[in-house]
Structures are given as structure tokens and as C-alpha cells.
């Protein structure tokens, strides 16, 4: 993705001109959503902006809604992602965070008590293991990989709610 000098800019840079906020492809859906007909008969579209106080990335929010400790038996039926997410390796190093306690416990622990570090480190060990191509926030929640899952896993909430959170780890405070 490029700005409009044609200068490279990170995911997180992209959704913050568009002023979306972590919650996924539904934010960036409804801020596209206003298609009105206009006098004249002419279709336009307005994009709904959300005010400039609120934080893109709330850690709040994002943490509150992560997976404990998830049950994946490794069976790989949920593979291949069409999106190129490596399910059972992004679960196996989730499980591996959660245990040793690289994830913070709420968003008053990743501010302040350490966890935004605890949280780096996790994700440069999976970008290290894994690749970034490989990992959650590549999620486009199509349910395939649901439809497999023997152990009935919501595989496509998880992945999204892991990537908000490598997203927001990967944010400078």
C-alpha cells in the first residue's frame, strides 16, 4: 500500500487514514456503507468517519475479546486457508503465549504493567517462526475452516481477534 506521494505505509497506517477501528472488516464495511442517491439522480458516496478522539486500537476492546487457552487437536483439517493463515501453527504458538503469560490479562496490563512488551516479543517470535504471510490477521472469516474443525473451534473469530491483537502490538505507543 502506498500514501498519496506514493510513499510504502503498513497496514495499521492504511486503516488509520480511513479512520476505521480495529474491529475488522464489519468497521470497514459500515464506514463504506452510505451509498445515497442525491438530487440530480446521481449515486455518491459519503464515507462516515469516526471522530478523531477515538482510538483505533483499543487495547480494551482488543484484549477483552482475546481466546484463552484453545483446544486444537492439530489435525490440520481445517488446511489449507485459502488466505494462507497457518492455523494450527498460529494455535500451537497462541497456546505457547498463554501459558507462559506473554499475553496481557487486560489493557490496563498491556499499557502499563508490561504487557505491550510480553506482547512484541510473542509476535516477533511467530513473525520469526511463521512469516508474516502466515499469520492471523491474514483471516478474512470466510468459515471454511470451521466447516472441518472436528473440535468445533470458532477458528475464524479466533484468528481475528489474535490478529487485532498482533495488529495492535505491532502499534507504536
Not at 476505521?20 to 458516496?45: H, I, K, P
Not at 505491550?116 to 470466510?142: Q, T
Request: include cysteine.
Amino acid at each position: 500500500m502506498s500514501d498519496v506521494n506514493g510513499n510504502g505505509m503498513s497496514r495499521r497506517q492504511w486503516l488509520k487514514t480511513l479512520g476505521v477501528t480495529a474491529f475488522g472488516a464489519s468497521a470497514l464495511g459500515a464506514a463504506f456503507s452510505s451509498c445515497a442517491r442525491e438530487e440530480g439522480s446521481t449515486m455518491s458516496m459519503r464515507v462516515n468517519r469516526r471522530p478523531a478522539d477515538n482510538e483505533p486500537f483499543d487495547a480494551d476492546a482488543i484484549i477483552g475479546a482475546l481466546p484463552g487457552e484453545v483446544n486444537c487437536v492439530g489435525c490440520g483439517r481445517c488446511m489449507p486457508c485459502r488466505f494462507g493463515v497457518n492455523i494450527p501453527a498460529m494455535y500451537a504458538a497462541w497456546n505457547e503465549a498463554v501459558k507462559s503469560g506473554d499475553i496481557p490479562s487486560s489493557g490496563d496490563d498491556y499499557r502499563n504493567g508490561g504487557g505491550a512488551d510480553r506482547a512484541r516479543a510473542f509476535v516477533a517470535r511467530i513473525e520469526n517462526d511463521l512469516g508474516d504471510k502466515h499469520l492471523a490477521h491474514r483471516c478474512a472469516l470466510c468459515g471454511a475452516c470451521i466447516r472441518e474443525c472436528p473440535m468445533h473451534l470458532p477458528i475464524a473469530k479466533h484468528m481475528r481477534c489474535i490478529g487485532k491483537f498482533i495488529d495492535l502490538s505491532r502499534e507504536p505507543m
